[in-house]
């Protein structure tokens, strides 16, 4: 099972990022995905979740309007794209795949740092 974030870097504020996130080894159209971030000395944070078909969408109240997280269920793969953004959304960005209660597996990581 693989998960592996690319994408992030250095953006200034008010710019546009967009991360990937390329599944491998499991039944990818069957898992809710969703990206986290975790800011230094704070915890892990859910960002936005997509259901399993791609229908349904959910964000945090500090992303909403500016982010918008899809999936691309014929190549495995999901995706974040980032606008408006500030440096508050600097943060090691994380995809996570989950089936219900039974099984979540989690990428390894990519840096976005919003500075100028």
């Known amino acids: 099972v693989q998960l592996v974030e690319s994408g992030g870097g250095l953006v200034q504020p008010g710019g546009s990022l967009r991360l990937s996130c390329a599944a491998s080894?499991?039944?990818?159209?069957?898992?809710?995905m969703s990206w986290y971030r975790q800011a230094p000395g704070k915890e892990r944070e859910l960002v936005a979740v997509?259901?399993?078909?791609?229908?349904?969408?959910n964000y945090a109240a500090s992303v909403k309007g500016r982010f918008t997280i899809s999936r691309n269920n014929a190549d495995n793969m999901m995706s974040l794209q980032m606008n408006s953004q500030k440096p508050e959304d600097t943060a090691v960005y994380y995809c996570?795949?989950?089936?219900?209660?039974?099984?979540?597996?989690w990428g390894q990581g990519t840096q976005v740092t919003v500075s100028s």
């Open positions: 080894g499991f039944n990818f159209s069957s898992y809710d």
């Open positions: 996570r795949a989950v089936l219900g209660r039974i099984r979540a597996y």
């Open positions: 997509i259901a399993s078909a791609g229908g349904n969408t």
